[in-house]
């Protein structure tokens, strides 16, 4: 259906053009007194009309997978009733927020906030989004395994689809997951709840009604880059209220609004962000955990990665 979409599209561009290209030569031949108007019009309708078709190719423009970004022709993820679902902090967690305060937290930008402070509410022991400005962690993380709850106003604050209850998580400050309210939603799918924003819808929807708390269990395996060039992707896990909604999914590059994901070296640690997208959402209890592979590597890897650290502290 999308492909006979964008042929009736090329199809009518074209007659348009043709149209266009016989008026331009009727006037050019009957006016003769004004034959620098006519070939003004046989120039420049041309170059308007593939202007035209150049901005149509940049709007939802198409991923890998075929689909476009925030494609509403892409199937919506089924919905589904979740169980109970309660996580508490292992012993080897770093807390990031356990309801006392903003100890693990900075403000993201420092335009907004030039003192660093955050302008979020602390209240019964959840934060809510507030003022201007996201906020992320002073600690920077690379592979890891992240816990965290949030809640949607209720009453809902926002009519529109993708509006209400916006907010996310910023893995590596640059890949989201969104988070949104998903209850009897219809935004576009790659931009719901649990999805790979832009990229990979959930593969169900297993939100809660408004106010509820929610909450996400991620499994992120950072990107690898050597010497500026991308050696391997990274990918993620997600659980939402404890249904599986993206398995081992590879990230295709950093996440936004209606744009191809870019690729674009970084370091192998950054911090996590909460995004902040004007709607009240709310969080708490949110810990992480540093992911360490040594006792899923081969002999040969260990022996490898001790040999290095020996002689990087010998030097």
Not at 13 to 19: G, K, P, R, S, V
Not at 123 to 151: C, N, P, Y
Not at 162 to 188: C, K, P, V, W
Not at 304 to 315: A, F, H, R, V
Request: glycine share 8%.
């Amino acid at each position: 259906m999308i492909s006979r979409k964008l042929d009736s599209l090329f199809l009518a561009q074209t007659l348009t053009l043709i149209c266009e290209l016989i008026m331009a030569t009727y006037l050019f031949n009957t006016l003769r007194p004004n034959r620098l108007f006519a070939l003004t019009w046989v120039l420049l309708c041309p170059m308007a009309l593939l202007g035209q078709e150049s901005k149509s190719k940049n709007l939802n423009p198409r991923l890998p997978n075929g689909w476009q970004v925030h494609d509403m022709n892409r199937p919506m993820p089924k919905v589904i009733q979740p169980g109970q679902y309660h996580v508490t902090a292992p012993s080897d967690a770093i807390i990031l927020f356990d309801g006392s305060g903003f100890d693990h937290w900075e403000a993201s930008n420092r335009k907004l906030s030039p003192d660093g402070k955050i302008p979020w509410k602390i209240t019964d022991g959840f934060m809510e989004v507030a003022g201007k400005g996201s906020i992320r962690t002073r600690e920077k993380f690379g592979d890891i395994q992240l816990h965290l709850e949030w809640a949607t106003p209720n009453p809902v604050t926002h009519e529109v689809a993708q509006r209400r209850g916006n907010s996310g998580i910023h893995l590596m400050g640059r890949y989201e997951i969104q988070i949104m309210d998903g209850f009897e939603n219809t935004a576009y799918p790659d931009g719901m709840m649990g999805a790979v924003y832009g990229q990979t819808p959930a593969m169900v929807n297993a939100s809660r009604t408004p106010g509820q708390w929610q909450s996400y269990d991620i499994i992120f395996t950072a990107p690898e880059f050597s010497n500026g060039q991308l050696i391997t992707k990274g990918r993620v896990t997600v659980l939402h209220n404890g249904v599986l909604v993206q398995n081992n999914t590879e990230i295709l590059g950093t996440t936004m609004h209606n744009k191809l994901p870019v690729v674009k070296p970084h370091g192998p640690e950054a911090p996590l962000s909460l995004q902040n997208h004007g709607e009240p959402v709310r969080f708490r209890n949110i810990w992480v955990r540093r992911l360490d592979a040594t006792n899923t590597q081969s002999r040969q890897q260990v022996e490898s990665n001790t040999d290095q650290e020996t002689l990087s502290q010998g030097q």
